[in-house]
């Protein structure tokens, strides 16, 4: 009984403090978000732009390509490529030459039009600042 009468009270505290607040500025008073937040989190982030524009000038590229030009370490890139392919932004093929592994990055169409949105949103936020 102990326990439930004090989750309660940290609720109502929890619920009060929110009220209070929320209470301290309408919402049309409040500021917009900047546009800046609205970017492609995903492709935002250094490596995995990084990642997407390489695909995107090459047709493909293979992961010690990859890793070479990006200056990173396998699990760093294997962490990053996994993201954009569970996006859908790259597909992985993995074959073998011989005996060894080879594993290949292409871009898809979903991964090119994110990073033209990106690009554009880009051009647009820097267009403001100069302007």
């Known amino acids: 009984m102990g326990k439930q009468s004090s989750v309660a009270s940290r609720q109502s505290s929890v619920a009060s403090r929110q009220s209070s607040v929320a209470g301290r500025q309408p919402a049309s008073a409040r500021p917009a978000q900047p546009k800046a937040l609205n970017l492609e989190r995903l492709i935002h982030e250094r490596l995995r ?58 871009l898809t169409a979903a991964g090119r039009r994110a990073l033209e949105k990106y690009l554009t949103h880009m051009e647009a936020l820097i267009k403001a600042v100069r302007d």
Not at 49 to 73: M, Q
């Open 49 to 106: 732009l990084g990642i997407v524009s390489a695909l995107a000038v090459n047709e493909r590229l293979s992961f010690n390509d990859l890793k070479r030009l990006l200056d990173t370490t396998d699990g760093n890139l294997s962490v990053h490529a996994r993201k954009l392919e569970e996006a859908q932004y790259v597909a992985c093929d993995k074959s073998f030459e011989g005996r060894v592994p080879r594993t290949e990055y292409r």
